[in-house]
């Protein structure tokens, strides 16, 4: 899939928990909060934001929800069978949705341009060159 492609696919580990987004996303970038650092177990999330009436979700997906830096929920979504954290966002309430971009069937298709919640990560967790850094959320 190229950059003009209107469709990024993915999924999980396993193939059973599927999506399918068929606009552009608004934003790509790596969130380095500690929530998203805990979740993937990682030094950060590389994500994609989309409307969610540009995403279909299909196979069963357990959520899991703790409080975000805004003081709401951040729901993030794994498959049922193998565990693979995928998208974030409640199917059917949520507005936009993000996919986490390690789950592209096509990785290619990611291409970052902000990091958020650069402060307070780990000096290991490294920001690649070009990218336009908050030390928090952006407005």
Do not use: E
């Not at 934001?49 to 709401?72: D, H, L, N």
């Amino acid at each position: 899939m190229t950059d003009n492609a209107a469709h990024h696919g993915g999924g999980c580990l396993c193939g059973a928990l599927r999506y399918l987004a068929t606009s552009a996303p608004h934003i790509m970038g790596h969130c380095y909060c500690a929530d998203c650092r805990k979740a993937s177990g990682s030094g950060f999330i590389p994500f994609m934001g989309f409307a969610a009436s540009a995403i279909r979700i299909t196979g069963k997906a357990v959520q899991f929800a703790s409080p975000s830096a805004r003081g709401t929920d951040a729901v993030r979504n794994r498959c049922a069978n193998c565990g693979s954290l995928v998208f974030g966002g409640i199917v059917g309430v949520d507005t936009m949705h993000t996919i986490y971009a390690g789950t592209l069937d096509d990785p290619s298709a990611f291409h970052p341009s902000i990091a958020i919640f650069a402060k307070g990560r780990p000096a290991w967790a490294v920001i690649p060159p070009g990218l336009t850094i908050f030390d928090r959320m952006p407005g």
